[in-house]
């Protein structure tokens, strides 16, 4: 994998759980933080990405740059394309 990825997320989260199953059936394991336990976490997706929503996936690519993306389905359509 070329690409890092660090899922932010909160157990009690619907939209979380959606990517989480996705994430199970394809068999992908990536490191997971949960903004609602994790107040380091909810700082960083906060001032990395803009906001606080969850789920949000942080792409590190391999030059270093980082992207933050929200949205299930997008985070789902991504990680089916880049990670499966
Ligand atoms: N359409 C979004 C919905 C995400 C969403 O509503 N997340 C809630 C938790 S279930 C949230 O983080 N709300 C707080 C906020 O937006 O700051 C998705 O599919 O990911």
Same mark, same amino acid.
């Given at each position: 994998?070329?690409?890092?990825?660090?899922?932010?997320?909160?157990?009690?989260?619907?939209f979380?759980? /959606?990517?989480?199953?996705?994430l199970?059936?394809?068999? *992908?394991? *990536? %490191?997971?933080?949960?903004?609602m336990?994790?107040?380091?976490?909810d700082?960083e997706?906060?001032?990395?990405?803009g906001?606080?929503?969850? %789920?949000c996936? /942080? *792409?590190?690519?391999?030059?270093?740059?980082?992207?933050w993306?929200?949205?299930?389905?997008? *985070?789902i359509?991504?990680?089916?394309?880049?990670?499966?």
């Amino acid at each position: 994998m070329s690409e890092q990825y660090v899922l932010y997320k909160q157990d009690w989260c619907f939209f979380c759980r /959606r990517v989480r199953a996705f994430l199970a059936d394809a068999g *992908i394991e *990536i %490191p997971m933080r949960d903004t609602m336990r994790d107040r380091e976490a909810d700082r960083e997706l906060r001032d990395g990405g803009g906001r606080g929503t969850v %789920p949000c996936l /942080r *792409i590190t690519s391999e030059d270093g740059e980082v992207r933050w993306l929200y949205e299930s389905r997008d *985070i789902i359509e991504y990680l089916d394309a880049h990670a499966a």
